[in-house]
């Protein structure tokens, strides 16, 4: 059976944080409004300038939303993986896509549209404001990456993103102060998102490694002391 004709789609919504307070016959009402897909590994989901007239959920894999600036170059601005949402702000000004959002692995996704969300509001005050609290912890995440941008060295924004990682993964045992996480995209996907270049990027994790801080096997990195990690400064 597809995974897609698996999922409960008003189960789904129930357990996200904007859809959390709802009633069941709220939600399944709201699941009228709502449209599963199957992407590739590298699909479309949008492009700049299409209309935007959703917001979309992951439910399983990840998807990448960049721009690419005049000279051809590609800046990750953000990565979404499972249960984390996007477009949402953008769906309510009626504008096109100011992004690109594409695939990094087989990918489920839940597609809301706008009249579905626009007739929740409609029927009750109190969604709109959880509308607005999504959207406002989303652009206080943007805020907070562009202060790391703009004060961290390359190398703390490096280790803040390892460390970062592992808090989500947990300790291969209790009380253990090592952890192994898994790069999930590319180096040079990583590299773009935290605004580094590739080379730099192999150059941090080199001269991490060399520190006897991580061991690395392929996308598999074991932090060997999250302490002295978190206090190296290069």
């Known amino acids: 059976m597809h995974p897609s004709a698996r999922l409960d ?3 789904y919504l129930s357990v996200l944080p904007l859809f959390q307070e709802m009633t069941p016959a709220e939600l399944a009402s709201l699941a009228q409004g709502c449209e599963l897909s199957t992407l590739a590994r590298g699909d479309m989901v949008f492009r700049v300038g299409q209309p935007c007239n959703e917001f979309h ?3 399983k894999g990840q998807v990448k939303l960049y ?3 005049a000279n051809g170059n590609e800046k990750v601005i953000e990565l979404v993986g499972p249960n984390n949402s996007f477009a949402e702000a953008l769906m309510f000004t009626d504008r096109p896509y100011i992004v690109n959002a594409q695939t990094l692995t087989e990918t489920l996704l839940l597609t809301v549209r706008k009249s579905a969300v626009v007739a929740e509001i409609e029927r009750d005050a109190r969604f ?8 406002s912890r989303r652009l206080h ?3 907070h990456d562009v202060e790391a941008y703009a004060l961290h060295s ?4 490096v280790i803040g993103y390892l460390l970062n990682d592992c808090s989500r993964e947990g300790d291969d045992a209790p009380g253990s102060d090592t952890v192994t996480v898994s790069l999930p995209v590319t180096k040079a996907t990583l590299a773009s998102r ?11 994790l080199n001269e991490l490694e060399q520190a006897g801080l991580i061991a690395r096997e392929g ?3 074991r932090i060997l002391n999250r302490r002295r990690l978190a206090a190296y400064e290069g």
Request: hydrophobic content about 50%; proline content about 5%.
């Open 9 to 11: 789609i008003p189960s």
């Open 57 to 59: 959920v992951v439910v």
């Open 67 to 69: 721009a690419i600036s």
């Open 128 to 135: 709109s404001m959880r509308m607005l609290a999504g959207i």
């Open 141 to 143: 995440g943007l805020i």
């Open 154 to 157: 390359g190398v703390q924004r």
């Open 194 to 204: 935290l605004s580094l270049t590739p080379e730099y990027f192999s150059r941090v």
């Open 219 to 221: 996308r598999d990195i």
